[in-house]
């Protein structure tokens, strides 16, 4: 089975410019979670999407965005790109209500110049 | 405020050794402890969890000890190998918060030969 997939790798981008990330869930996962890693602050919760409804956010500004489709995949959309926003963006996908299901795709790496 | 506190932030443990990390939680609504595994370039993986109904699960090597009214839960890795090096996780999560994890701030282990 496919695990978590998300595309690209790699990104720079400089600041003031918007970016957008993709996530492909396992297959028959319907829940879709964003999250942000830094040295910093580590691992912070950006949103999570269920059914292409998001049903949790984190504290972030309103530069993040997401949504998803009906085939579950996932797209995180940040504008206007800050310096601080250089982070591991990882994507987590599960099934409903098993929690224990939930894995990560190897993350998109963005670098803001 | 950081709900979850994750010690010591590095760790350094002998071939065969004893490797502890501990947590401590704040939000008493939180009934969901999982512990993750992160090698370098890759993202975090589910390695054991645990609900509060419980003091104790053991996975082969790995142990979690839960003691809900100290509110603290740590990660035993018996027989520590050098290929347990990496970083590890400890998170909370809390019903009705779907799948959204608070996660702490990661300890650095490296298993020395």
């Known amino acids: 089975k496919a695990g978590v997939t998300q595309t690209p790798r790699y990104l720079i981008k400089t600041r003031g410019q918007q970016v957008t990330l993709s996530c492909s869930p396992i297959s028959g996962h319907r829940s879709v979670s964003w999250y942000q890693q830094t040295p910093g602050q580590g691992l912070q919760f950006l949103f999570e999407y269920f059914s292409e409804t998001q049903r949790n956010k984190g504290n972030f500004p309103g530069r993040f965005s997401g949504r998803q489709f009906s085939n579950s995949r996932s797209e995180m959309n940040v504008s206007t790109l800050e310096l601080g926003d250089s982070a591991l963006y990882l994507c987590?996908?599960?099934?409903?209500?098993?929690?224990?299901?939930?894995?990560f795709g190897p993350g998109t790496r963005l670098l803001v110049l | 405020q950081q709900q979850v506190k994750q010690s010591p932030q590095s760790l350094i443990v002998q071939k065969g050794g004893i490797s502890i990390i501990n947590c401590a939680y704040e939000?008493?609504?939180?009934?969901?402890f999982p512990w993750y595994q992160q090698f370098p370039g890759k993202g975090p993986a589910l390695l054991i969890a645990i609900r509060p109904d419980v003091s104790e699960k053991k996975e082969g090597r790995f142990t979690i000890s839960f003691n809900k009214s100290a509110k603290q839960f740590s990660l035993h890795i018996m027989d520590s190998q050098p290929g347990d090096s990496a970083t590890y996780f400890c998170?909370?999560?809390?019903?009705?918060?779907?799948?959204?994890?608070?996660f702490g701030t990661g300890t650095q282990l490296k298993v020395e030969l």
């Open positions: 998170a909370a999560s809390k019903p009705g918060g779907g799948n959204k994890l608070t």
């Open positions: 987590a996908s599960s099934l409903e209500g098993r929690q224990e299901t939930q894995y």
């Open positions: 939000n008493t609504a939180f009934d969901y």
